[in-house]
């Protein structure tokens, strides 16, 4: 599921990640130095277009994708799942471990 609030926020720290101002980054997308644009998009103030969606992660160097879900396009999925099962399997032997260890001192006192 897409959390606008967490979509506004990739949108801005790309921004600043560039060191681009608000208005800077107005002008850049094409809107009026004067216009509140900018500010009025990360603040959810204002909708935007598709395509002023897709030129604006242009000027910020960003992925569509990433902004949208958090997901880097250039990470190998498979390699993830992979990553965080074997990251999942240790934590379960750790809790399980730490059961025990529990279940040992309860029965000490």
Not at 46 to 62: D, K
Request: glycine share 4%; hydrophobic share 45%; net charge negative.
């Amino acid at each position: 599921m897409i959390n606008l609030s967490q979509v506004l926020g990739r949108l801005t720290a790309a921004r600043k990640n560039l060191k681009l101002s608000q208005i800077e980054a107005g002008v850049l997308l094409g809107y009026s130095p004067r216009a509140a644009t900018i500010s009025d998009i990360e603040k959810n103030r204002m909708g935007i277009s598709l395509e002023r969606f897709i030129t604006l992660c242009n000027i910020y160097e960003v992925e569509p994708l990433w902004v949208l879900t958090g997901i880097h396009p250039n990470i190998d999925i498979e390699s993830t799942a992979q990553a965080l099962t074997a990251l999942t399997l240790d934590t379960e032997i750790q809790l399980k471990s730490l059961q025990r260890l529990y279940d040992q001192l309860a029965h000490l006192e």
